[in-house]
Nanobody, 125 residues
Framework: QVNLVESGGGSVEAGGALTLTCSVSGSTFSDYCVAWFRQTPGDEREQVAGIDSRGTVAYSNSVRGRFTISKDDATKSLALQMEKLTTEDSAIYYC???????????????????WGQGTQVTVTT
């Protein structure tokens, strides 16, 4: 069992920056793939950044070059640095963790992952 708690959300002006943090407890963090998702009302939850079992980082097209994901196994934390924010980035942001598979991949976050409760990010003009 893994517990995740996000923090760092809030309101920021367009063009500004914000860093979200996710604290993880309950298991060996290095065994997990991690990701940040976001969701707006009426839309599907979208993965914006992730780190797979090999440490490879990936970003969605909408945030690449502006967001940076990082994972610290020693402190069991996950972060998402967000820069040059626009109103399109306003959403509830969730951190997620999914166990690595024996084959070196990741179990699917949506069906087999653990999730935080979400933190609201609002970008204003």
């Amino acid at each position: 069992q893994v517990n995740l708690v996000e923090s760092g959300g809030g309101s920021v002006e367009a063009g500004g920056a914000l860093t979200l943090t996710c604290s993880v407890s309950g298991s060996t963090f290095s065994d997990y793939c991690v990701a940040w998702f976001r969701q707006t009302p009426g839309d599907e939850r979208e993965q914006v950044a992730g780190i797979d079992s090999r440490g490879t980082v990936a970003y969605s097209n909408s945030v690449r070059g502006r967001f940076t994901i990082s994972k610290d196994d020693a402190t069991k934390s996950l972060a998402l640095q967000m820069e040059k924010l626009t109103t399109e980035d306003s959403a509830i942001y969730y951190c997620a963790a999914a166990l690595r598979t024996y084959g070196g991949g990741c179990h699917p976050f949506r069906s087999r992952g653990y999730w935080g409760q979400g933190t609201q990010v609002t970008v204003t003009t």
